[in-house]
């Protein structure tokens, strides 16, 4: 039985890693933040007895080799990996990346494909290597949108979707295959998290009702305009309808964009 070492935080993630648990998988250790103990994916470590770590606390069991895993599995986990641990596993790291590669690198894929009124997304598995998204791509599941009526929120729920089953497929293939073939990563654009929070402020001439939808991912601030120095999040009568009369949490997320 293959171990894995499984990195990830957010619901997606937990997703994963329970199916991992119960598909087959020797799961050695869960990697999370130290300030996301109660993250979903740490939950899942806990109901099922597994090791959790935070990245620290990961290097300190690799350099002191106490801790032997085959594959390691980065699922939309934030942190940059470096050597020692990108050399550890025989079977490699892979990385799953909720946007098409190598088109958008880093951060902001759901935002640019609607900014940019693109009409295919995608979410990719690749192997890591030391730069920021840019090791030998294994599969890019490509798929069709609507950029016009997708928001952030939408797009990362469709995306995530189909990466929990590109997820389960490429550990199957491993399972049967071992290490899979890749292709090198050639161009691209790289998006820093600091670009993406510019972005979002609403200037003269911009598609103020496409930011907006560019922009919604409650309860995260969103496309803002800024008033005596206080920043407002916008949203529109669309996005207030699907909210389905929802006024807690519109208040929520209007009180914390104030």
């Not at 799961?27 to 806990?46: F, L, M, N, R």
């Not at 596993?89 to 940019?116: C, M, Q, S, V």
């Given at each position: 039985?293959?171990?894995?070492?499984?990195?990830?935080?957010?619901?997606?993630?937990?997703?994963?890693?329970e199916w991992s648990v119960n598909n087959g998988w020797n799961v050695v250790a869960v990697v999370t933040d130290d300030h996301q103990e109660t993250s979903p994916t740490a939950q899942v470590a806990k109901k099922y007895g597994l090791k959790l770590l935070d990245y620290e606390g990961l290097?300190?069991?690799?350099?002191?080799?106490?801790?032997?895993?085959?594959?390691?599995?980065?699922?939309?986990?934030?942190?940059?990996?470096?050597?020692?641990?990108?050399?550890?596993?025989?079977?490699?790291?892979?990385?799953?990346?909720?946007?098409?590669?190598?088109?958008?690198?880093?951060?902001?894929?759901?935002?640019?494909?609607?900014?940019?009124?693109?009409?295919?997304?995608?979410?990719?598995?690749?192997?890591?290597?030391?730069?920021?998204?840019?090791?030998?791509?294994?599969?890019?599941?490509?798929?069709?949108?609507?950029?016009?009526?997708?928001?952030?929120?939408?797009?990362?729920?469709?995306?995530?979707?189909?990466?929990?089953?590109?997820?389960?497929?490429?550990?199957?293939?491993?399972?049967?295959?071992?290490?899979?073939?890749?292709?090198?990563?050639?161009?691209?654009?790289?998006?820093?998290?600091?670009?993406?929070?510019?972005?979002?402020?609403?200037?003269?001439?911009?598609?103020?009702?496409?930011?907006?939808?560019?922009?919604?991912?409650?309860?995260?601030?969103?496309?803002?305009?800024?008033?005596?120095?206080?920043?407002?999040?916008?949203?529109?009568?669309?996005?207030?309808?699907?909210?389905?009369?929802?006024?807690?949490?519109?208040?929520?997320?209007?009180?914390?964009?104030?």
């Amino acid at each position: 039985m293959n171990k894995l070492l499984f990195m990830g935080r957010k619901t997606y993630g937990a997703q994963a890693l329970e199916w991992s648990v119960n598909n087959g998988w020797n799961v050695v250790a869960v990697v999370t933040d130290d300030h996301q103990e109660t993250s979903p994916t740490a939950q899942v470590a806990k109901k099922y007895g597994l090791k959790l770590l935070d990245y620290e606390g990961l290097l300190e069991e690799i350099s002191s080799k106490q801790l032997d895993f085959d594959l390691v599995v980065s699922y939309v986990f934030w942190r940059i990996l470096k050597k020692p641990l990108i050399e550890t596993p025989k079977l490699g790291i892979i990385n799953f990346h909720p946007a098409p590669l190598p088109d958008l690198r880093g951060t902001g894929g759901f935002n640019i494909a609607i900014l940019e009124n693109q009409k295919e997304f995608g979410v990719t598995a690749h192997y890591l290597d030391e730069g920021i998204d840019t090791g030998p791509i294994i599969e890019v599941d490509r798929f069709e949108i609507n950029p016009y009526e997708e928001t952030a929120q939408s797009l990362e729920k469709k995306s995530h979707d189909r990466m929990v089953k590109l997820f389960k497929k490429t550990l199957e293939r491993i399972t049967k295959q071992g290490v899979l073939p890749s292709i090198p990563m050639k161009g691209g654009r790289y998006l820093s998290r600091k670009e993406m929070e510019e972005m979002k402020r609403i200037n003269p001439g911009d598609d103020v009702d496409t930011k907006i939808r560019a922009f919604w991912f409650p309860p995260y601030d969103g496309a803002y305009v800024e008033l005596d120095g206080k920043r407002y999040t916008l949203v529109n009568r669309k996005i207030l309808e699907e909210l389905d009369g929802d006024s807690e949490a519109i208040f929520r997320h209007t009180q914390k964009g104030s």
